[in-house]
């Protein structure tokens, strides 16, 4: 069968994987790391991509690619093609005054109804907003807004900076997915469109999505939204050695994630990253205007309803280097103290918070004595306290109207045993732990495949765990004391 290639442009670094689009077998992978921070120029995403697909062994004999990338991130581009300043990431809190200001003028409500989701400061739309109101300068300049994946797809396909690039700007060429595009804040799940007035409320100016009638004055160009099974257009030569390779529409990474699962109604995935996710397969639009649950679109026609945490697996890497222990020590540690972790409780918000909106929050530790204060007990409260505020999002998740049946469990720290059995006590539905893989950059390849072969693909799902049920209630009762969930 044909190879597909996925890609998965996340925060920390692109992956490469390229599979056999009849049986999904992975035939060859590559990576290369991104830097640090929560706004990075997109000129080391693009590096990071070709590293990563010579890494891959190229792409000669690749017949179609799809590009995942981390949501939300801020993209702005001049006339010329030439980005304006670095992106800021979905992980940068500075517009969480800007998204307090759109709630306050717009309410809610409106938003949720509107566009699906209630501004917080990793959304699209508040960046949009921090930069009309911060750098005046650099809004005077942007003739498009994109996302991560949007920029990197174009790119592949010979648009970009005047003089870098083999095709020039053509930003008339920008596309993104329904999925990616469902995170932005300006866009709607429920009519299938960019909602213009509120992208004009955000940033001052109208926009127009590419290809549409030209308006009067200069409005902003926003990406026309591909279908999922659409190919956007072809790598250029001087990218595809030598070969015709077809671009799928690409997604955002959860959704990718939720293709690469190959989800369906009932399952509910709970990802264990940079941040954490909640996130499930929904065949209506969730509209929740508490803000709680995102009601995202998905990269296959339906949609994603989605609760995020800023906090997920650093919080374990943070105490384990605490305790100078390695992550098997860590695990081991765990294990040894009791369901509960003695009464010790870590409200886990290093970070701030997104799952409750509490951008300028810090961590916490609650319930210590002499007696409780130990290294096992630390340890424990840390998965604790990392799995119940995902569990919050899974409450929120299903008070919306969507089913769990089963909980899949992904990321690196999935694989931790501790995490594991700790995951059985807490979220209280079985829990399935899929094989490691790289479900993003997978979920690319489906939909590489998809637009190949105009099918979506059925890939088979390789499981490494299944905990046995074994829940818990004290461990959220005593958490939810301090943490006001």
Request: hydrophobic share 45%; with cysteine; net charge negative.
């Amino acid at each position: 069968m044909a190879l597909v290639a996925g890609i998965d442009s996340s925060t920390q670094s692109c992956k490469v994987v390229i599979v056999d689009s009849g049986t999904g077998r992975t035939i060859r992978t590559g990576r290369a790391a991104h830097p640090d921070g929560s706004e990075v120029h997109p000129s080391h995403w693009w590096s990071a991509l070709q590293k990563a697909m010579a890494d891959a062994g190229g792409l000669a004999d690749v017949s179609s690619l799809a590009i995942a990338g981390q949501q939300h991130g801020l993209v702005l581009l001049d006339a010329d093609g030439a980005v304006i300043r670095p992106a800021l990431l979905w992980n940068d809190t500075r517009s969480a005054t800007s998204a307090e200001d759109l709630i306050n003028e717009l309410s809610a409500s409106a938003h949720a109804t509107r566009v699906g989701i209630v501004p917080v400061a990793s959304f699209t739309i508040t960046k949009v907003r921090w930069v009309r109101d911060n750098e005046p300068e650099n809004a005077a300049r942007v003739a498009a807004v994109a996302l991560p994946h949007d920029w990197l797809s174009w790119r592949l396909r010979g648009y970009g900076p005047t003089g870098e690039s083999p095709l020039g700007p053509g930003l008339e060429q920008l596309t993104t997915d329904r999925s990616d595009a469902s995170g932005t804040g300006y866009w709607s799940p429920s009519t299938g469109r960019y909602d213009l007035q509120m992208f004009e409320h955000a940033f001052g100016r109208s926009a127009r999505e590419a290809g549409s009638p030209g308006q009067a004055g200069t409005p902003v160009v926003l990406p026309k939204v591909a279908a999922p099974s659409d190919v956007t257009g072809t790598v250029h030569a001087d990218y595809a050695n030598g070969s015709d390779i077809a671009v799928g529409a690409g997604a955002g990474d959860n959704a990718a994630g939720a293709l690469g699962l190959g989800i369906a109604a009932g399952d509910v995935v709970i990802s264990l990253g940079t941040s954490g996710t909640v996130f499930a397969a929904a065949p209506t639009a969730v509209n929740d205007p508490s803000g709680t649950v995102a009601g995202f679109a998905d990269a296959a026609g339906a949609y994603l309803p989605i609760t995020v945490t800023l906090n997920a697996a650093r919080i374990l890497s943070s105490v384990a280097e605490l305790l100078d222990v390695s992550f098997d020590a860590f695990a081991d540690l765990a294990l040894a103290a009791e369901p509960g972790s003695g009464g010790v409780v870590l409200v886990p918000y290093f970070e701030g918070e997104r799952t409750p909106n509490l951008p300028n929050a810090k961590a916490s530790f609650h319930g210590l004595t002499i007696a409780s204060t130990t290294r096992a007990n630390t340890a424990r409260a840390a998965i604790e306290g990392m799995l119940c505020g995902l569990a919050d999002g899974l409450d929120a998740v299903t008070a919306s109207g969507v089913g769990a049946e089963r909980l899949l469990l992904i990321g690196g720290a999935a694989q931790n045993p501790a995490v594991q059995a700790v995951a059985a006590q807490v979220l209280g539905v079985p829990v399935i732990v899929p094989a490691p893989g790289e479900y993003v950059a997978r979920g690319a390849a489906v939909q590489a495949a998809w637009a190949l072969n105009g099918a979506r693909p059925d890939w088979e799902l390789d499981l490494e765990a299944a905990p046995p049920p074994d829940h818990r209630p004290v461990i959220r009762e005593q958490y939810s004391m301090f943490s006001g969930s």
